[in-house]
Nanobody, 127 residues
Framework: QVQLVESVGGLAQPGGSLTLSCGVS????????IGWFRQAPGKEREGVAC????????FYVGSVKGRFTISREYAKNTVDLRMISLKPEDTAVYYC????????????????????WGQGTQVTVSS
């Protein structure tokens, strides 16, 4: 059974940092890419970052480039999202998701390309 579970998010001050983990089961991280998405109140869910299964190619949306880092942690069977220099506009519910296609060397952060989702975790950036 495919499952994705995000770690608890939390509250950070502007300029602070947080790391989210996406624990997966029921499939191999070597076969499927994992994406992180976020949804702020009143906004559409947007892709934030993704890591492909083949080649570990990464993609970041422009607003988080240089601040967020996505990585696969095989020892924990997780995909982590390290967030630094957080801004109030990063406040959102963050979701991780499994890519639909097996063995893709790229990872387009488009919702329709992902078939299983975690339940989401709240990240709030505020002073």
């Amino acid at each position: 059974q495919v499952q994705l579970v995000e770690s608890v998010g939390g509250l950070a001050q502007p300029g602070g940092s947080l790391t989210l983990s996406c624990g997966v089961s029921g499939f191999s991280l070597d076969e499927y890419g994992i994406g992180w998405f976020r949804q702020a109140p009143g906004k559409e869910r947007e892709g934030v970052a993704c890591i492909s299964s083949v080649g570990s190619n990464t993609f970041y949306v422009g607003s988080v480039k240089g601040r967020f880092t996505i990585s696969r942690e095989y020892a924990k069977n997780t995909v982590d999202l390290r967030m630094i220099s957080l801004k109030p506009e990063d406040t959102a519910v963050y979701y991780c998701a499994k890519e639909r296609n097996v063995g893709a060397p790229y990872c387009p952060v488009v919702k329709s390309e992902f078939d299983y989702w975690g339940q989401g975790t709240q990240v709030t950036v505020s002073s």
